[in-house]
């Protein structure tokens, strides 16, 4: 079993900052992509972020420039950074790893439960 726990969530102000941390633990052989997403009120789930195990990062265009993901790989944790941050960034954010379990088994996606992050004044 693969377990993901998000932490940081908080509310903020406009234009503040606040960073999420996730780990991952259990039965992991290997982590490809890690990332966030996020999902507001009657709102579908998007991608937030996403990065490689080599570092490559991928950003949605409603957050490049403000946000920063980054891993750890020898802990298996994943942290955004978001500053300037805007109301419209009032979402549950949810952790996702892309994990193999040991060699003979393929990839698959463990979720987070999620974190809520607010911003309003």
């Known amino acids: 079993q693969v377990q993901l726990v998000e932490s940081g969530g908080g509310l903020v102000q406009p234009g503040g900052s606040l960073r999420l941390s996730c780990a991952a633990s259990g039965s992991i052989f290997s982590i490809n992509a890690m990332g966030w997403y996020r999902q507001a009120p009657g709102k579908q789930r998007e991608l937030v972020a996403t990065?490689?195990?080599?570092?490559?990062?991928n950003y949605a265009d409603s957050v490049q420039g403000r946000f920063t993901i980054s891993r750890d790989n020898t802990k298996n944790t994943v942290d955004l950074q978001m500053n300037s941050l805007k109301p419209e960034d009032t979402a549950i954010y949810y952790c996702?790893?892309?994990?193999?379990?040991?060699?003979?088994?393929?990839?698959?996606?463990?979720w987070g439960q999620g974190t809520q992050v607010t911003v309003s004044s």
């Open positions: 996702i790893a892309v994990v193999q379990r040991n060699p003979s088994l393929g990839w698959r996606d463990y």
């Open positions: 990065i490689t195990s080599g570092g490559t990062t």
